[in-house]
């Protein structure tokens, strides 16, 4: 004799039992659909460190010795302060030797577009990055034992990756592998003294 499969009895839309498995497979959806979407909408929301690449930076600049150099983060880019002594600043007036002594190509703001290439001649802004390949260099005085720089060399910034060197303001020399000066940003000081790098302004002048 052949058995007859038996079925659950169909539960009439009146009937609790099926207003209960409706809810709970209603919640358990709605739960699984918000843990995958949770996630993937998460991840369009800008983390913490890509709003401050975008964003200005301060700092106070009477913290920066005379002839020393602090290093800020901007648009993850390693930015120098300098505050130049009168000694380098009078190295500035020799242009001998500079591929763009009067800073022709645009690699800084009008308002620094001279011969210390700053708003304050003893403060320096520039960013710390080689323009040849993007190495870093570092501060070589006058003076200093290193055989890659000439006997006359008066102080300014040398990069060991591959021998390119610019004087205190930033601006190479000829014959180097790096093609321009060192960038200067937009900056300005503002009412307090502070320094903002970022942003052009009324302080800027």
Partial sequence: MQTVPTFPQPITPGDPQRR???????????AA???????????????ERAKAQ???????????????????????????VMRRTPDMLTTLEDMQGLADP??????????????????KPELLVTVGICTHLGCSPVTLPEG???ASVP???????????HGSTFDFAGRVFRNKPAPTNLVVPPHQYLADGTLLIGEDGPGAA
């Fill in 54 to 80: 975008g964003a200005s930076v301060s700092m106070d600049p009477a913290v920066v010795a005379p002839g020393q150099v602090k290093t800020v983060e901007w648009r993850g880019q390693p930015v120098w």
């Fill in 33 to 47: 659909t918000a843990a995958v979407a949770m996630p993937f909408v998460s991840s369009f929301a800008p983390s």
């Fill in 102 to 119: 009067y800073s022709e190509k645009p690699q800084q703001p009008a308002y620094a577009t001279n011969a210390h290439r700053s708003i």
């Fill in 20 to 30: 209960t498995w409706l809810l709970a497979s209603s919640a358990m959806g709605v």
């Fill in 144 to 146: 200093t034992a290193n």
């Fill in 151 to 161: 006997p006359n060399w008066k102080g300014g910034f040398f990069c060991p990756c």
